[in-house]
């Protein structure tokens, strides 16, 4: 039975020329027509073109970043991105009175090993949430922010504040 069985071919013979799956070949061009309209991702809500529900996108979208990515997410609400404050010597003298040079030294470099780190997180969350911003956005919506000023900017450094602030404005025109 095997060498009945060659390339292009099956147990039952050659391969059909013949669509026989119950599609039509014109299906592609249906779904072009009639596009199926974007879906937010799990949790999230889908901001209406016209802007309708921008309160409670805003703060759906809000509360999840926040509860994903934590306090970087706080620029949603707070329209900037939270300051990562380092220690001082003072402020380790005056919070831990009598501290040693080496045990302040050790803990300054710590607490700036702690910040990079944090701050490399931050980057990468950013980005995520810039992706995210792309999802929870209509077509029509998101295609009239791509064309207002900073968009460019804010799509090369990837920057989800900057997007979030053209979101607001293009959809609260509207």
């Known amino acids: 039975m095997s060498a009945m069985i060659g390339k292009g071919s099956g147990p039952r013979g050659p391969a059909s020329r ?19 309209p974007k879906k937010a991702p799990e ?33 949603i609400k ?11 010597a003072a402020k380790i003298e005056e919070r831990f009175p009598g501290t040693s040079q080496a045990i302040a ?23 995520e949430m810039f992706a995210i911003l792309e999802s929870v956005v209509t077509e029509e919506g998101w295609n009239r922010v791509k064309s207002r000023n900073g968009f ?13 602030r053209l979101i607001k404005t293009e959809h609260s025109l509207k």
């Not at 599609?23 to 592609?28: K, V």
């Not at 050790?106 to 780190?117: A, G, S, Y």
């Not at 460019?152 to 979030?164: G, R, V």
Request: charged share 25%; proline share 3%; with cysteine.
């Open 43 to 75: 949790g999230l809500v889908m901001l209406k073109a016209n802007g309708d529900n921008i309160m409670s996108w805003t703060n759906t979208f809000a509360s999840h970043c926040e509860m994903t990515y934590g306090t970087i997410a706080g620029f």
């Open 105 to 127: 030294n050790k803990m300054l470099i710590e607490n700036m090993t702690n910040i990079m780190k944090q701050e490399q997180k931050d980057k990468e969350h950013k980005f």
């Open 152 to 164: 460019a900017d804010a799509l090369e450094k990837k920057c989800p504040l900057k997007l979030i």
């Open 78 to 88: 707070d329209d900037k991105y939270p300051e990562r404050e380092a220690l001082t």
């Open 18 to 36: 013949h669509n026989h799956g119950g599609g039509s070949r014109h299906a592609g061009a249906r779904a072009y027509l009639n596009p199926t």
